[in-house]
């Protein structure tokens, strides 16, 4: 088995073994990972985080020892904190990186780091506050950052930097956690899955206060929840239709 990190800011995580194929998620700057298997231009990877599984170009990607690996495992995770900083190599080069970026392996690459950072405390009182840092990111299928992120991305990212570890799709995250039967059960913080039309999900968002709800639909937006799903007051019509509320927390 071979390991590696990512030393770069963002690095798209491809469906198969090529840029042209579907980018269905991304790993951020100093995120490690297994290599499940190496090919000439391409790995395939096992992101330690959340176990997903997709190819990388192996000309974005750093390996790293078993040792070190499993070093970053057994470490408390720090992330930074706000929604872009830099990092400076070894060269005085600047390296922008967004929010929720992991700076344990800063050490290894030989980078300095002197922005804000979060240790991944576990409050559920700060999810609410984290996902408004996300406000008006646009969408992006696969994406985790600020400057593109999806439904999924948005809540494992919010949940990741308060010490929390969600599965990377919405499908995935909805096994996870304590299923509520009613809405008026939940709480700031909490997540709301959505269905299509054959019952899939297919969409999650995280609960506010008053029948409130953040998640990204062409954005990240404020919208009205309700028995029915989320309401969108622009369009003044529902959008996406309820299956569940989850207490992750």
Request: some cysteine; proline content about 2%.
């Amino acid at each position: 088995m071979q390991y590696g990190i990512c030393p770069l800011s963002i690095i798209p995580l491809r469906e198969s073994t090529s840029n042209n194929c579907e980018m269905v998620s991304q790993v951020l700057y100093g995120e490690h990972f297994k290599i499940l298997e190496e090919r000439a231009q391409w790995s395939k990877i096992r992101v330690a985080f959340d176990n997903f599984e997709a190819w990388i170009s192996n000309k974005q990607l750093l390996k790293i020892s078993e040792e070190t690996y499993f070093q970053l495992e057994n470490n408390i995770p720090y992330y930074s904190a706000d929604l872009f900083d830099f990092v400076t190599d070894q060269n005085g080069h600047l390296i922008t990186i967004p929010i929720g970026s992991a700076l344990n392996t800063r050490s290894l690459l030989n980078h300095q780091f002197e922005g804000n950072s979060v240790s991944g405390e576990k409050l559920k009182i700060e999810i609410v506050k984290t996902a408004l840092l996300y406000l008006n990111s646009p969408y992006c299928w696969g994406g985790k950052s600020p400057l593109g992120i999806d439904c999924s991305g948005l809540t494992q990212m919010v949940y990741k930097i308060n010490g929390y570890r969600l599965n990377r799709n919405s499908v995935d995250q909805a096994k996870q956690g304590e299923a509520l039967s009613f809405i008026e059960e939940s709480e700031a913080g909490d997540l709301a899955f959505f269905d299509d039309k054959d019952g899939v999900i297919d969409h999650v968002g995280i609960m506010m206060k008053d029948n409130y709800i953040i998640h990204v639909d062409g954005k990240v937006r404020i919208d009205r929840i309700d028995h029915s799903g989320i309401f969108n007051t622009e369009l003044k019509r529902h959008t996406h239709k309820l299956r569940v509320i989850k207490k992750i927390i």
